[in-house]
């Protein structure tokens, strides 16, 4: 029982969390950060991207890091090539992800 | 082009969009789903209650981290705290569609706000944000709760699937990347000048340099980090960001 209130809890947390600024109209982000917003998704995407392209298991090495940073550019690059197709983006990622560990296991190095 | 699509047709076309997007979102998420499932069940917390964390929190790492608590016999109040601090960054989400999605009833409003997680506010943004804008209201409605509503049953589907059958599934095909390469992807038409980039790339290195830190805090700290940096990128070129969407922010 206490376990399914605490659950419930973190739903309401997190469920005002995502309403704040959506519940009433006269509740906005103040007008001197407003320039600033479009900035909020790349900065929160980053921080989440980021460490797990250069740390993938928690911490750098060249074993992990270099795969999967490869892999990152080669997402990059396909889904610029594709026009912005985000599954061909994550299939190229996987592909380089998967060869290069591959090659890193082969040479000895993973 | 001779026959203009409808109103309706233009509709149908962003639910299925919707749909399709967040559809792809999902099957990378496969990986991390079913481990995560897997991961809670062993928790010691009632497995339907974890399946139901995907409904009510619908936020990936802090149910992680919440029921993990929960199962080593943490205090209620110190479960709330850790998810509420691993979901603050849905704060800025809430902040940055506020403009897009103003002039929505209240009800759609907070409707919206439910299904608010991480890949939906990234689809919801790049579609909002891009130069043609989200197209009519009904197109709006129909990409959003098509897209949201699509990634709250394949994380729920995920979850379960993770819950009761993920010690079935072998782990020899290594899929552990699929998630940040999902964020990336996520990330990149979000990018759309030099501040942008910056504070994508210092945000996610702060973010990386505070990985020590207790209760999901390494996030908000690259967030943090990263809107800060991307802020004195627009301050020193003098000019709003190019993609903000409202005319009201030339004044300001």
């Known amino acids: ?110 | 082009m001779t026959d203009l699509p409808t109103p309706r047709d233009r509709t149908r076309s962003a639910v299925l969009q919707g749909a399709r997007d967040s559809g792809l979102v999902i099957l990378a998420y496969i990986p991390f789903g079913i481990a995560l499932g897997a991961t809670l069940a062993t928790s010691g917390v009632d497995p339907w209650l974890v399946v139901s964390s995907s409904v009510l929190i619908f936020a990936g790492a802090s149910q992680l981290a919440g029921i993990q608590l929960l199962g080593a016999g943490a205090g209620i109040a110190l479960v709330v705290l850790t998810v509420a601090v691993v979901n603050a960054r849905h704060l800025l989400y809430s902040a940055s569609l506020q403009p897009h999605l103003a002039e929505w009833p209240r009800g759609l409003r907070l409707l919206g706000a439910f299904l608010l997680a991480d890949p939906v506010y990234a689809l919801a943004a790049a579609r909002f944000e891009r130069p043609g804008g989200a197209g009519s209201r009904h197109e709006q409605y129909g990409y959003y709760f098509a897209a949201g509503i699509t990634c709250l049953i394949g994380w729920t589907g995920l979850t379960a699937a993770g819950v009761f059958v993920g010690s079935l599934v072998p782990d020899s095909v290594p899929l552990g990347l699929a998630v940040p390469l999902t964020f990336l992807l996520l990330l990149l038409p979000l990018v759309k000048d030099s501040a942008g980039a910056v504070a994508a790339v210092v945000g996610g290195i702060a973010a990386l340099l505070a990985s020590g830190l207790p209760l999901g805090l390494a996030t908000l700290v690259g967030a943090a980090v990263g809107l800060v940096a991307g802020g004195v990128v627009i301050r020193a070129s003098g000019t709003p960001a190019n993609s903000n969407p409202d005319p009201e922010a030339s004044d300001a």
């Open chain 1, 1 to 110: 029982m206490l376990d399914a209130i605490a659950i419930l809890l973190g739903g309401v947390v997190t469920y005002i969390t995502r309403a704040i600024f959506l519940v009433s109209r006269r509740v906005r982000p103040p007008r001197a950060v407003k320039r600033y917003l479009p900035l909020v998704g790349p900065a929160v995407l980053g921080a989440i991207a980021v460490p797990g392209l250069l740390a993938p298991g928690g911490e750098i090495s060249l074993a992990t890091t270099v795969p999967a940073v490869l892999a990152g550019a080669a997402a990059w690059g396909a889904w610029r090539l594709a026009r912005r197709q985000m599954v061909v983006g994550l299939v190229a990622g996987l592909g380089v992800w998967w060869a290069s560990l591959w090659l890193f296991h082969t040479l000895g190095w993973g």
